[in-house]
């Protein structure tokens, strides 16, 4: 009852005059920010910290957590109308979003991400509201080898669960592993695999150079020559009706996935090295294995635009239970925050629930308002973003291609990862052309730079012994997990000889 | 497409003993005190890539997937002048961002591509090339304020007046 009263307590600060106008403008351009291609919560948390030493603290931390609320919506604004992910929050909504789009159902795909995104967000906001504390220290019970074992888990449903050519699959796996270790080993310092002793890679190769190069690039020359010119991008209808049909439809097929993507993002959020990106990608890839209908994912099944979106959301508010309670940034944004928080004069950490409960409270309760904010916000915004998609293709794909190159520059500021982009682009429409799935380079990219790590401080705890991995009550399970997925492909193909056998 | 597909299984496997010979520079084993070398991982994984391509191998061989029973070719008429046209009309893009200007490279692509390739009307084709950079222009140095490469001096003159107008 005390958690309830406090919580009322913080509404009722979330919804003064001056709070509610930041949430709605902070939402606002959020969302817009997020669908940029190239920019994300954090280019709009850092660009607009600043603005916020002209409001209170709690009212300033308020606008920027709107914004982190908006921009985790609007990442999935541009994986679905152009196909470009803006954010790694925001791949795995690609997957099956630009297919539904392809096929002129982009509302429904966006009516499904906002619907996905506010269920993960409300579940987020519950599961923050009565566990914070408990739950932080679950987290931090989460050493190097458990969150090995869970990166390993997340490639390995790609093996056991894709119905793409196997050696193929691991091929892509392998390959973005290798591209996310490229630049300077982190931790010896030593320059690292500098291809062709070129000096641009020494700043590594971003998440973003290689998905844009790949969906705003390859995919895109793919499609054009695939298609021969006839794309069908225009089919879709706006109306309200349809709206509203498009919502029972996604509660019909996206529930299973929105209840995946909410929980276990939420747990993978407050994991202190992991994040939304993670979150998301898990949570695609874990209501693909639950799913009946694994092979209709990745052809625009509801649910795979449901479950990352919802994982991404949940995750988001997720990250900021160890920043609220053990002052630990769960992802690049809530360091932003956290740094904010300590410049207004407050320490995050377990005290600040009991020195600061306005503060702790106000921000809780505007958690809600502005999930209730983004959701209405995105699903206003929906006719603008299908009006984009009625362009005919000779004009859209130009934008297309724009966007990627401008978008690539201004998340790296460096015309080397451009010409990289147009490199990774070519090389993807060709691998596309033999069916190399190319999503599991893209998803290795982004958690190699979190397996490698863990991988190597495992074996530093244990001197090299890789058992410890088996001999923790938390990894050993995942662990399990993860090598029977990697080795179902090898059951599936001896089955059936064995049944010809006994025959 | 046949071909296509050991041709590339071929060229991913040089790659792959490439990025293994480049690993290993850094070492590849474990050193008691300071844990798994810095080329332990990106090793193993290249090794993991050339290990695949000798299954992709395998599978042609076999004639298990599509690509290594179709006679089709990689590319047709249609998919080479596509290739040519739309990735070439990109490379120039990138190329010419040193040169005119991130903006003013856009211009000229959108131009290229909606007038030349599309073949659209002037009345679509002139907004979209005027209006689409400038609202860039004023969404990323304005808004953002993230610059973007502003090409050769001759464009200054453009830039003055443009910065003066969000500064």
Not at chain 1, 358 to 365: C, E, Q, T, Y
Request: glycine share 12%; charged share 10%; proline share 6%.
């Amino acid at each position: 009852m005390e958690i309830l009263s406090l919580l009322g307590d913080g509404m009722l600060v979330a919804i003064q005059p001056l709070n509610l106008m930041l949430i709605l403008i902070g939402v606002t351009l959020g969302l817009f920010i997020g669908a940029m291609p190239g920019l994300g919560s954090v280019n709009g948390v850092a660009i607009l910290l600043p603005v916020t030493f002209l409001v209170p603290p709690g009212s300033a931390i308020i606008f920027l957590a709107a914004i982190y609320y908006g921009a985790m919506y609007g990442g999935a604004i541009s994986s679905i109308t152009l196909g470009i992910p803006g954010a790694s929050t925001a791949v795995a909504t690609t997957f099956d979003g630009r297919p539904l789009a392809m096929m002129g159902k982009a509302r429904l795909a966006l009516v499904a991400a906002a619907i996905g995104s506010f269920v993960g967000g409300t579940v987020a906001n519950v599961l923050f509201t009565g566990f914070a504390p408990l739950l932080a220290t679950v987290a931090l019970s989460f050493g190097p080898p458990e969150i090995f074992a869970l990166m390993l888990l997340a490639f390995a449903t790609f093996v056991g669960l894709g119905g793409d050519d196997i050696a193929k699959t691991v091929f892509s796996i392998c390959f973005g592993l290798v591209l996310a270790t490229v630049g300077f080993d982190q931790v010896s310092g030593a320059p690292r695999l500098l291809l062709f002793d070129l000096s641009g890679f020494l700043g590594g190769i971003s998440f973003l150079v290689l998905a844009i190069g790949v969906y705003g690039i390859g995919e895109m020359l793919w499609t054009l020559e695939s298609t021969r010119g006839k794309i069908t991008t225009t089919d879709a209808k706006m109306s309200v009706k349809g709206i509203v049909e498009d919502m029972g439809e996604t509660a019909r097929k996206g529930w299973k996935g929105t209840a995946t993507g909410s929980f276990l993002g939420f747990f993978v959020g407050v994991l202190p090295a992991a994040g939304a990106t993670p979150a998301s990608l898990m949570s695609y890839a874990i209501t693909k294995m639950l799913s009946k209908n694994k092979h209709e994912f990745g052809k625009g099944h509801v649910g795979g635009v449901a479950a990352p979106e919802a994982g991404n959301n949940s995750a988001s508010t997720g990250s900021m239970l160890p920043m609220l309670t053990l002052g630990i940034p769960g992802s690049p944004t809530t360091a932003i925050l956290l740094g904010g928080m300590v410049i207004w004069g407050l320490t995050p950490g377990p005290r600040l629930f009991v020195d600061e409960p306005d503060f702790v409270w106000g921000l809780i309760g505007s958690f809600y308002v502005s999930n209730i904010f983004a959701l209405l916000v995105n699903i206003c915004a929906i006719p603008l973003f299908i009006w984009m998609l009625r362009m005919p293709f000779t004009v859209l794909a130009p934008l297309i291609f724009v966007l990627s190159v401008v978008g690539g520059y201004a998340a790296m500021q460096d015309m080397f990862d451009i010409w990289l982009i147009l490199a990774f682009g070519f090389g993807a429409f060709f691998l596309r052309k033999f069916d190399y799935p190319l999503a599991p380079a893209v998803l290795a990219i982004v958690l190699g730079p979190i397996a490698e790590p863990t991988l190597r401080q495992s074996l530093l705890l244990s001197s090299g012994d890789p058992s410890i991995f088996f001999t923790r009550p938390i990894s050993m399970p995942i662990m399990v997990i993860a090598i029977l997925l990697i080795l179902m492909p090898a059951f599936k193909y001896l089955r059936p000889r064995r049944t010809s056998a006994a025959e | 497409m046949r071909v296509g597909e050991i041709v590339t299984a071929g060229v991913l496997a040089l790659l792959s003993i490439y990025l293994m010979y480049k690993a290993s520079a850094n070492g590849i084993g474990y050193t008691r005190g300071s844990g798994p070398q810095g080329g332990f991982w990106p090793f193993w994984l290249s090794a993991g890539m050339l290990i695949s391509t000798g299954f992709i191998a395998l599978n042609w061989v076999r004639q298990v997937s599509p690509q290594s029973r179709s006679q089709e070719p990689v590319l047709d008429s249609f998919g080479l002048k596509t290739l040519l046209l739309v990735g070439g009309g990109i490379i120039g893009f990138v190329a010419l961002i040193d040169i005119v200007s991130m903006y003013g490279a856009v211009a000229i692509f959108m131009l290229y591509y909606i007038k030349l390739l599309g073949q659209h009307s002037w009345r679509l084709t002139v907004p979209m090339v005027l209006l689409f950079p400038l609202g860039l222009f004023f969404f990323f140095e304005g808004l953002m304020q993230i610059s973007m490469p502003t090409g050769m001096s001759f464009t200054d003159p453009v830039y003055n007046v443009l910065y003066d107008i969000i500064y």
